[in-house]
């Protein structure tokens, strides 16, 4: 049996080598998710292409209209919204008690605090080994730094994403490797913008056994256009 001694790897450049940008093997063979392959498709395929997705989504936008419906009435009972009252009591008193509101940002802010505490440890890397103690902190003090200070908007988000699920039980959040500004992302996603067929459903967080979703976007011009000099888009003009 042939045996090969491992290299010690140091620990002033571990966060090196765990940054991806940090690669210099060049860019490696396969397919990437932000490779647009449209322009391999003719005008007529292209075209029945994008027929079939927008019937698909008016299909399930349709099919979760009465979810969506009761979403909005419980956003207007969180929110504590009165209607105008009709004649004859115009002007007579309106009395709301907020029972969802108080309920509701309590499990919140308790939540929140269990997911993203104050000292700074969202992330916890446990050794396998003895000797794997130092490895160990140093992946959990880099994880923990690159989530704070490189991801921005992973704090507001998971506070949106809470917010969500306490009000309508279901919340989706999508964490990606952004291609323009090279580096990972993980952003909320509204619930009346990630449009799922009404009649199916998931325990698997990936969602790999819906057979469809969709995820609506609202970029701006200025965001289209420099997607598209990258290639990510096609067709801008």
């Known amino acids: 049996m042939e045996t090969t001694e491992q290299p010690a790897l140091d620990s002033q450049a571990?966060?090196?080598?765990?940054?991806?940008?940090?690669?210099?093997?060049?860019?490696?063979?396969?397919?990437?998710?932000?490779?647009?392959?449209?322009?391999?498709?003719?005008e007529e395929e292209r075209k029945k292409l994008g027929d079939t997705v927008v019937d698909d989504f008016d299909s399930d936008n349709r099919s979760r209209a009465g979810r969506m419906k009761?979403?909005?009435?419980?956003?207007?009972?969180?929110?504590?919204?009165?209607k105008a009252k009709s004649f004859p009591f115009q002007n007579a008193a309106s009395i709301n008690l907020n029972v969802l509101s108080y309920t509701s940002l309590q499990v919140h802010a308790r939540l929140f605090d269990m997911i993203w505490p104050d000292n700074g440890k969202v992330i916890y890397s446990a050794p396998s080994t003895i000797d794997d103690f130092a490895r160990a902190a140093l992946t959990e003090k880099f994880a923990n730094s690159y989530l704070r200070n490189k991801m921005p908007e992973m704090a507001q988000g998971l506070d949106d994403t809470l917010a969500q699920v306490v009000i309508y039980g279901s919340a989706f959040r999508r964490t990606y490797w952004d291609t323009y500004e090279s580096r990972a992302r993980t952003d909320w996603i509204p619930i009346e913008d990630f449009v799922v067929a009404h009649e199916f459903r998931?325990?698997?967080?990936?969602?790999?056994?819906?057979?469809?979703?969709?995820?609506?976007?609202?970029?701006?011009?200025?965001?289209?256009?420099?997607?598209?000099?990258?290639?990510?888009?096609?067709?801008f003009a």
């Open 202 to 235: 998931s325990q698997d967080p990936s969602m790999r056994d819906v057979p469809r979703y969709t995820m609506v976007t609202h970029p701006t011009l200025w965001e289209l256009e420099l997607y598209s000099n990258q290639g990510v888009y096609a067709n």
């Open 14 to 42: 571990l966060p090196q080598a765990l940054d991806p940008r940090s690669d210099t093997r060049g860019p490696t063979m396969g397919p990437q998710e932000s490779a647009n392959i449209v322009n391999l498709f003719s």
């Open 70 to 82: 009761k979403c909005k009435e419980f956003t207007e009972l969180y929110a504590a919204l009165t």
